[in-house]
């Protein structure tokens, strides 16, 4: 769609909303997920809007899989599934705009984000295939002065300062944890951590995060929960164990070519379960 915009200039970020809500009229939305893109599938009453009828959207010029918002409920409860992440590395390492579509969420009225990504683990006890229910992060583009929220400077986004020390909210992983023993998934927490890619780890930078705490690591999922939390989302976030270190293939890196049917009927019941 016609028209410059600016990821981190609070009036654009209107003119995305108004845009959008034209298309899809009174539509509700409480729960936005990112990174499930196969959970399209089951969503009822869905509306699409392919980003290239959204203002200010980009259009991927390397990602062939699908690219749209998908609004509609699952189990009664109003979702939208963000089908087709920003690619950090396509768009020059600009998080504000990779993370656009969550203030633009939240500005319809999403309170909760479910978040997941393709992830190695480093913890000796993560096996390709397992879910990991992350605790924390470490952000390391966010760390070395990559925040999305840089240039967020305008009153209305509030202060820049955000608290993150609880960003994976406590009560929505107790839930995810007490579904996975009722969907039989295999389920451990731990800490994930996002590098800026798109070149992998070398055996030594693992090591290192594993010092530091790391469990599972990926190159995305941060900048969206630093600007869920700064916009006052709850987050719940899986890392999905895709490979194990050093077994790396093109598949493994695509998180939303690796969720089975269990991984999908899980994430539903969360849903179902969830209190808005
Ligand atoms: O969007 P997520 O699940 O992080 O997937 C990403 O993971 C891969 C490497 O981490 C990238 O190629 C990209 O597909
Ligand atoms: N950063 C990073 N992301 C991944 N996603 C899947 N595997 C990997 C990996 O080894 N490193």
Request: with cysteine.
């Amino acid at each position: 769609m016609e028209g410059k915009i600016d990821p981190r200039n609070y009036d654009d970020l209107l003119k995305i909303v108004s845009s959008i809500k034209s298309q899809i009229g009174e539509q509700l939305v409480d729960i936005m997920i990112i990174g499930f893109d196969s959970l399209t599938d089951l969503i009822q009453n869905a509306i699409t809007l392919p980003y290239s009828q959204i203002k200010g959207f980009p259009k991927s010029k390397i990602n062939d899989n699908p690219e749209s918002l998908v609004f509609g409920e699952i189990d009664g409860k109003n979702v939208v599934c963000v089908q087709g992440r920003f690619d950090k590395n396509e768009y020059n390492m600009d998080l504000g705009l990779c993370a656009l579509p969550v203030r633009v969420m939240q500005l319809l009225g999403a309170k909760i984000m479910i978040v997941s990504n393709a992830a190695v683990g480093i913890n000796g006890k993560l096996k390709k295939g397992g879910l990991m229910l992350i605790k924390d992060h470490i952000f390391v583009p966010g760390l070395a002065g990559w925040s999305p929220l840089n240039g967020c400077g305008d009153e209305r986004y509030g202060s820049p300062f955000v608290p993150v020390h609880d960003a994976y909210n406590r009560g929505l992983r107790k839930l995810a944890i007490k579904v996975g023993r009722k969907c039989n998934i295999n389920l451990s927490e731990g800490f994930f951590t996002m590098t800026g890619g798109p070149q992998l780890e070398t055996s030594a930078e693992l090591r290192l995060l594993r010092k530091f705490g790391a469990d599972a690591v990926g190159t995305s999922t941060c900048h969206e929960v630093t600007v869920a939390r700064h916009c006052g989302v709850k987050v719940l976030g899986f890392a999905w164990i895709t490979n194990a270190v050093g077994a790396y293939s093109d598949d493994a890196l695509d998180a939303s070519k690796q969720f089975g049917p269990q991984e999908l009927e899980f994430l539903v019941e969360i849903i179902k379960d969830i209190q808005i």
